[in-house]
């Protein structure tokens, strides 16, 4: 039987102990797991400002299967509940909170693949805010750019391509980055040096 602590580092019958337990969780995570909720809303927000009625939207599951407004938050929300997951039981590794079965790869993999969660919200709003400056005509200092990115980039057959390409980049270089920051923290344990 698995204990309760093992999903949830600040669960415990101790009041005392439960704050502890928060305290000592890296503030990475929390910082990271705040900022895609960020911008996983940023993303829908701006979704919404370009293609109230979904037309333009990239998202191939959204595309596939017509889940309209109500499908396409549950989807947004199910993804990066997932991913926070993957994240938290990769830090928790790192800790030395899991059985054995766990493995760096495995903690390297939860971590990068939030990352790359990360990066696709991020590019998705920004790709959005350039799409309503574009379709929505606003003279702007950028006009030129807004459209030669329109005309070039994501109305491109690769630009579904480019957009993984990019999303794979990012979570490539920053996995190492967050690994080893979560892997030198001091409140974190030493047992991934054993």
Sequence with gaps: MIDRTFFAPWYSENKSLKLSCVKKFPKLFYRLSIWLVFFISTDLLSTYLVTPDLKYEFNVWVRWFHLGWPGTILLASLQGALFVLGFFLSVRFIKGKLPKWGTIW????????????????????????????????????????????????????????????????VAIWFTPLVFRRLANDKLVSSSIHE
Excluded at 163 to 169: A, D, H, M, Y
């Design 106 to 169: 495995g903690a390297k993999l939860g971590i990068g693949l939030f990352i790359f969660h990360f990066a696709g919200s991020v590019l998705a709003t920004i790709n959005n805010l350039i799409g309503y400056f574009y379709l929505k005509g606003h003279q702007t200092d950028i006009k030129s750019f807004v459209a030669w990115y329109v005309v070039n980039v994501n109305s491109s057959k690769y630009y579904l391509t480019w957009f993984g390409i990019t999303k794979l980049v």
